[in-house]
């Protein structure tokens, strides 16, 4: 399989609070009235989600590219597997908070199958292993086109695929959570997992890029051109 890398016509950041932003607000604060948990708790569950970032979600692709073994652990139960690189669903933060999601997929590429996710009710992703979810993931026009019409949202990203690899969808919800393990790239023979964790990025577990040597950090998302038609 192979993936052209254009410069990417991306996908606007949404220049206003969007209509969950604000149900998140109000429900937040309801809960924090009713005594369900304190500002404090929210604060600390707030900085340790800022603070994840996508390195556990590298750590289990590299692992996985060479460690056969535990490839077929982690596919078979991710989010079991998620413990033996210090990852708990449970108590994503290692402070007692837990988490209200547990069932962990990982989607394997092969050369005939390329997998990307979405949410298309709002915006669930699995932070445990990717911190937060890119400006971008959370708009309308992702959620809405990437389930209608997948090759041309990946195109804008620079990712085309041929025509004989079935791209699949799959849409996160309040119980699961999905990330990609994308194909090990050539060149990288004899590589440690630390050098193949490098080049495992954000977009490569979501799916809309490929790893590459010598890649190691995403190209900027931030101003990708709108597209969001129908």
Known sequence: MSGHDHEHTAFPVASRVSEFEVLELAVRELAIEKGLFSAEDHRRFAEWADGVGPHGGSKLVAKAWTD????????????????????????????????????????????????????????????????????????????????????????????????????????????????????????????????LAEIVTRDTMIGVALPAVGRTSDRSTENLAAGGRG
């Open 68 to 195: 056969p073994a535990f490839k077929q652990r982690l596919l078979a139960d991710g989010t079991e597997a998620c413990k033996e690189v210090g990852i708990d669903w449970l108590q994503p933060t290692g402070a007692g908070t837990p988490s209200d999601y547990t069932y962990f997929y990982v989607l394997e590429n092969t050369p005939r199958v390329h997998n990307v996710i979405v949410c298309t009710l709002c915006s669930c992703y699995p932070r445990p292993v990717l911190g937060m979810s890119p400006d971008w993931y959370r708009t309308p026009s992702y959620r809405r086109r990437m389930v209608r019409r997948p090759r041309e949202v990946l195109a804008e990203f620079g990712l085309h695929l041929p025509s004989d690899v079935e791209v699949r969808v799959h849409d996160s919800n309040q119980k699961s959570r999905f990330m990609v393990m994308p194909m090990r790239p050539e060149g990288t023979e004899g590589w440690t997992e630390e050098q």
